[in-house]
């Protein structure tokens, strides 16, 4: 017998965490990988584009097969993320144009 779920998607300053919440609104699996802080000048705050991505795919990927192999049917999937946190991507082929300027980070104080 199956039973339903949801899952978040939480994508945070430091990691990824995807969690899975029962009918209830209980927390019954959680998966966690953090990703490093690029510090390239003082107070500039970066992250690589691929170690969020990545992370995020793992995370999402580990709460799937938790689900599978304890016959939980996923209803829907919720999405959190950095807001502040700019990633200008390259239209034509996809990938980023530099690191993620972190919300943190104070390179445009003055303006």
Known sequence: MTRQCVIALDSGTTGNRSIIFDGRGKIIANFYYEFPQIFPAPAWV????FDILNSAVKSLQEAVYFCKNNNYDILSLGITNQRETSILWNKKTGKPVYNAIVWQCRRTEKI
């Open 46 to 49: 970066e992250q690589d584009p």
